[in-house]
Nanobody, 123 residues
Framework: VQLQASGGGSVQAGASLRLSCAAS????????MGWFRQAPGKAREFVAS????????YYGDSVKGRFTISRDIPKNTLYLQMNNLKPEDTAVYYC?????????????????WGQGTEVTVSS
């Protein structure tokens, strides 16, 4: 399974961006997927995860109410809508997928990773 993330860019604080993650196979359509981010000099941070057949989604505390994770099954694509962006959201964002449908906030439980897309938010 290959994941291709896109949609990053440089924006001003308060702006919105939508990240996309295209999966190379339909086998991800009923599997858990997520977004993580890593800022320079910091550890990888959980952003959001979406599962199948259980809780709709989990979000990291720092993005709750501002970010929304969703998926388009026919297009094999995962999205992350990011609103009201803040400078502290600046990071490389990675999409990830699991072999099962369980939502997870633990990066170590994900089996597939995209290459990352960079988001820069200036004040």
């Amino acid at each position: 399974v290959q994941l291709q993330a896109s949609g990053g860019g440089s924006v001003q604080a308060g702006a919105s961006l939508r990240l996309s993650c295209a999966a190379s196979t339909r086998t991800m359509s009923n599997k858990a997927m997520g977004w993580f981010r890593q800022a320079p000099g910091k550890a990888r941070e959980f952003v959001a995860s979406i599962g199948w057949g259980g809780p709709a989604a989990y979000y990291g505390d720092s993005v709750k109410g501002r970010f929304t994770i969703s998926r388009d099954i026919p297009k094999n694509t995962l999205y992350l809508q990011m609103n009201n962006l803040k400078p502290e959201d600046t990071a490389v964002y990675y999409c990830a997928g699991r072999r099962d449908s369980k939502i997870s906030m633990n990066a170590n439980t994900y089996d597939y990773w995209g290459q990352g897309t960079e988001v820069t938010v200036s004040s």
